[in-house]
């Protein structure tokens, strides 16, 4: 049979989002769909699968390795980790799952996201694939229970047993993470929603296009037939789209390919030499992250050795009362987390923990933007990290440094640490706390925003409440560029139920 270049969907990005979008579609055996993947197939790859190895991944060949702009009161080192490879970040991410909390979906529709609130969202949750449980018992590491503990005595906070039991605005516990406790086996979005299909070959109107890339959108005026791809062995094609193109590439590529096929700022394009196709000038705008840094301690002797994926729980304050939801957050490594602080000249400790404070609802706002027509030149990510007017983002790490030293002389944490390594106890004044601790950044591997949502009348939205681009037909986006603000909690969970509630609006199973 000759191979056949047109599909009902035509999906850009087998990612987190796309993998919902994909299986939930061919649901449907008379609704054709082609997922465009840069990335290799996950089946049969322990690397990829076996949650503990994740931070193997980063850097690795898997990695699209973001970089980003100088940032001059930030650290302009961090490596922007994306995942290249089925299922998205997902398969590298630490899948720590958190239903986005109840102020978050409605700060999504006060943005001009209607119908996207809380009580709306609600139902999504419950549709997702993922196994989403709890750090198992055998996998509660020693030195995280003591540090719970320790932290629910020092700050006053609850211990919670189970984050998405209900919402909460502070707590401390174990995660819930999608994974498969008995082997440590991933449930990403691919585990979840694809594999089922690929292994059992139950699904011969999904087509997957492998270790292959969307180079450009095909508009026919205002209207997209299908994207242009490149194969893994660099023939070009363009396959056409019958009913929609579903652009699910990520915050960082989603924009970029949108802008490289003429669909952006008219000004930045002009002044690129890229032929204009329709002018939207939010493509790129709010690009949003969970900024965070570090504090580290040597402990008295090694860890013990089990553990999910070695940040297994996290902390949550609220340290301004009229804030909506927690407005600092914590992960707890059982690992000595240096990268940062080594550029600065500090050593690792052999055997050492760390906790990371980050910014729930950071208020910097960066910008995601073309530097080259040549689609081969990444884009530059200025996330203008700590720019914010009123340094609310630098006070709140600095703030986080301090309650970390509180839960560091609480005992049963206490007994562990040896000495602190970094910031170093020494350094006690805010102003310097501050200048080290933006120094040593990093982020939490959150970008999200670039092509946001909103009201019609929004000239800086990307795409309306329905996921369409403004101004386009047969297309739109569904990923985590489509966040109109951040969820103070780790945003996977929140992007797969934009993936669930693009598939619901296209019909559920695509009929
Ligand atoms: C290291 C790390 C740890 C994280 N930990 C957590 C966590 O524990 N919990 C949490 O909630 N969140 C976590 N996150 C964030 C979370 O994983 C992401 O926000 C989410 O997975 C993004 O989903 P997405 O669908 O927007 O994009 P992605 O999952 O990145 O999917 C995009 C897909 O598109 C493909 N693609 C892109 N461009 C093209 C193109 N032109 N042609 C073909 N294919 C293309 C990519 O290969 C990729 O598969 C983490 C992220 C990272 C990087």
Redesign the pocket.
Known sequence: MAETNEYDYVI???????SVIASRLTENPDVTVAV????PSDIDRDDVLTLRR?LGL?GGELDYGYTTTEQPRGNSHILH??????????S???????KPLPSDWDEWEEAGATGWNAEAMDPYYGKLRNNVVRVAKKDQNQIATDWVEAARTALGVPEVVGFNDKPFDEGVGFFDLAYHPENNKRSSASVAYLHPHMEAGDRPNLHLFLE???TKLELDGKTARGVHIRTKDGAEKLLTARREVLV????V?TPR?LMLSGIGPKKDLEALGIPVVHDLPGVGENLIDHPESVIVWETNGPIPGNSAMDSDAGLFVKRDPDHKGPDLMFHFYQIPFTDNPERLGYERPEHGVSMTPNIPKSRARGRLYLTSADPEVKPALDFKYFEDEGDYDGQTLVDGIKLARKVAQAEPFKKWLKREVFPGPEVTDDAEISELVRKAAHT???P?GTCRMGASGDELAVVDPELKIRGLEGIRIA???VFPTMPAV????G?LMVGEKCAEILGGDGR
């Open positions: 850009v990005g087998g990612g987190t989002a796309g465009i993947e840069g990335g994740w980063l980790s994306r995942a290249k490879v089925l299922g998205g970040c997902s590298h991410n630490t899948l720590i799952s958190f292959t890339w969307a699910c590439a990520g915050a590529d390919l939490v591997y959150h999200a990923d985590a560029s780790n945003p996977m969970i992007v």
